[in-house]
């Protein structure tokens, strides 16, 4: 039997016959008292503790180097995990939301460590669970041979119905930036990733308007998703149009006003790798890593999908900085950038990621909190895809006869 399983049936076990009325009801929270990870003489040891057992499972992720935990239902209340980490050899505790009933904690490795011992303990008298995990150092080559996820597949899967296209409608996949796991950019107790969803919601509600619009989004709640899976959920949707929403934040006071971002390999600024490669990691270290290497023929059917595909995405960003700009809303001084953002990999689907302002600038703060706000900026971006999807129907008559 692999490890992970005997790791999550042992959980299990312990819970299974204390079960009472108080557990069964309630979600297991977390307990800062006396939880942290701390170096051990040379191990580091990991304690969490929680108001009642809960499924999980213990592995070791690559590339960047991290330990991952998964619980079934974790609340880590406001805080979080931000006080767990006190040990030199780590450096970042996150933790949160991961998929539907499941939480995730994930700790950064700076050197690679081996699981030496994972323990859930259950306290008697007040039903309490420690969990303990041990690392110990390891080299390299050992690590690289032990990581990896489960491949017990036992995440429940969400379920999607097919879309049924209508002639003549168009399908808007939205998608609210970060999740779970990941907050994104945060400012003045505001994260980014309940911003954008709320806007996401307010744009929906403007297109929903729009006669021949089909709005869905790739995340209804704080759930972690992964970028790969954005993508997945545009192409199973049938989706005609991508656009992710983001107000990141951008050190030195160099960003101010909307910017509507393209997909390139080559950025065209460094702000713009910068955002690029931070959600990328993000989304690297929350979730796990399935990039597989695609065929050299998978390759060419791509790129000609990406050539049909890109003018068009090129106009359809040129046709939100217009809508942004009649309506007077802030721009960024070069309104329209690109580099390598994975979330806009959708080689057949007009792709752009948003950043409807940024939350490291005072004036787009006081404009994203501000709903009055952010509904103009719905109506600004409503307007620049009306004018799109106008324009690419008529291109797409001439090139029909
Ligand atoms: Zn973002």
Do not use: C
Not at 39 to 59: I, K
Not at 195 to 223: G, I, N, W, Y
Not at 283 to 293: F, P, T, Y
């Amino acid at each position: 039997m692999n490890r992970f399983l005997v790791y999550i049936l042992s959980a299990l076990l312990l819970s299974a016959p204390h079960m009472n009325a108080q557990e069964l009801s309630g979600l297991a929270r977390f307990l800062p008292e006396g939880s942290a990870m701390k170096d051990r003489g040379r191990d580091v040891q990991l304690l969490l503790n929680l108001s009642q057992t809960v499924p999980y499972r213990v592995f070791t992720l690559d590339a960047p180097r991290r330990l991952v935990i998964d619980f079934r239902e974790v609340d880590w209340g406001g805080a979080g995990a931000a006080k767990l980490d006190q040990s030199d050899r780590i450096s970042e505790v996150r933790t949160g939301g991961f998929r539907p009933g499941w939480s995730r904690l994930v700790a950064e490795l700076e050197a690679p460590m081996a699981l030496k011992s994972v323990v859930m303990a259950r306290q008697a008298d007040t039903g309490q669970a420690q969990l303990s995990v041990v690392l110990q150092r390891t080299d390299a080559d050992s690590f690289v041979a032990t990581a990896g996820a489960p491949a017990s597949g036992d995440w429940p899967v969400p379920k999607h119905t097919p879309k049924v296209k209508n002639e003549g409608r168009i399908t808007i996949m939205l998608d609210p930036g970060h999740g779970g796991i990941d907050p994104g950019a945060s400012h003045d107790g505001h994260e980014e990733k309940v911003l954008m969803l709320t806007f996401a919601r307010e744009l929906a509600d403007e297109l929903s308007r729009v006669p021949q619009v089909d709005v869905l989004l790739t995340r209804e709640d704080d759930s972690f998703v992964s970028l790969e899976r954005r993508v997945a959920l545009a192409h199973q949707a049938g989706a005609d149009l991508f656009i992710s929403l983001h107000a990141d934040a951008l050190g030195q006071g160099h960003a101010h006003g909307a910017t509507v971002h393209t997909l390139s390999d080559e950025a065209t600024d460094e702000a713009s790798a910068l955002l690029a490669e931070r959600h990328n990691r993000d989304d690297m270290l929350a979730g796990v890593d399935l990039s597989g290497q695609d065929d050299a023929v998978a390759d060419i059917l791509l790129d000609m999908a990406r050539a049909e595909t890109q003018p068009r995405t090129e106009r359809l960003a040129a046709a939100l900085v217009k809508g942004i700009s009649d309506k007077g809303a802030p721009l960024n001084r070069r309104p329209h950038r690109s580099a390598a953002f994975s979330v806009l990999k959708a080689a057949d689907i007009p792709s752009v990621l948003i950043e409807i302002g940024f939350l490291s600038s005072k004036r787009d703060f006081a404009n994203i909190i501000d709903q009055a706000w952010r509904i103009e900026m719905a109506q600004a971006l409503r307007d620049g895809i009306v004018a799109w999807m106008i324009e690419d129907e008529a291109l797409s008559r001439v090139v029909r006869q």
